[in-house]
């Protein structure tokens, strides 16, 4: 197993910020691809946002230009800068990391964090 744990959620205004991190231990965590995703209440989990190994990034339509993924290799961590929230994006917040373990890659998934935006 593969620990990744989130962190920074909580409860914000509309039109303010809040900062996720997923802390991951894996030594290979530079060569992995990671993930956001999110899921409100009876909805289906949905992707979020991804950066891979090389830093290339990429995002879902509903938050390109108000979210940024980044990822800090010395600390195996993955961030989520989320600025201009919305009551939208009220969800429970899932890191998702594909961990190479010798020759096989496998996903885990971390435990969440609400994020809670007000109107």
């Known amino acids: 197993q593969v620990p990744l744990v989130e962190s920074g959620g909580g409860m914000v205004q509309a039109g303010g910020s809040l900062r996720l991190s997923c802390a991951v231990s894996?030594?290979?965590?530079?060569?992995?691809?990671m993930k956001w995703f999110r899921q409100a209440p009876e909805k289906e989990r949905e992707w979020v946002a991804t950066i891979t190994s090389d830093g290339t990034t990429k995002y879902a339509d509903s938050v390109k230009g108000r979210f940024t993924i980044s990822r800090e290799n010395a600390k195996n961590t993955v961030y989520l800068q989320m600025n201009s929230l919305e009551p939208e994006d009220t969800a429970a917040y899932y890191c998702n990391a594909l961990i190479r373990e010798a020759t096989v890659w496998r996903s885990y998934w971390g435990q969440g964090t609400q994020v809670t935006v007000s109107s």
């Open positions: 894996a030594r290979t965590f530079s060569e992995s691809a």
